[in-house]
């Protein structure tokens, strides 16, 4: 038997395809929140260590905005929507 008779999967195919479903949970930055609660919803919501939720942090202050995590969308709309309880803007991407 031949490949033409049973074609083999792609296995790039299953990792496009997973990859074009990822997004991205993007927090921006406000001038009103400080960089402690930041931090503190960044460990809370995200699940984030002390160190990735503060290089995050000064990332939002200093460029604007920082993904804070990457997943499918139905995995990251609860973070966001955890993250706008506290009147943080969040958006995935």
């Known amino acids: ?3 033409k008779e049973f074609p083999q999967k792609d296995l790039n195919e299953d990792y496009d395809q997973k990859k074009s479903n990822e997004r991205f949970l993007v ?3 406000d001038d009103y929140h400080t960089f402690d609660y930041v931090i503190n919803a960044l460990i809370e919501v995200c699940e984030h260590d002390i160190l990735q939720a503060e290089q995050c942090t000064l990332l939002i ?5 920082c993904d804070v995590k990457k997943g499918s969308f139905s995995y990251l709309r609860p973070m966001k929507k955890a993250l706008g309880q506290k009147e943080l803007k969040a958006t995935i991407d």
Do not use: D
């Not at 202050?61 to 905005?65: D, L, S």
């Open 61 to 65: 202050h200093y460029k604007g905005k």
């Open 27 to 29: 927090l921006h930055n």
């Open 1 to 3: 038997m031949t490949s």
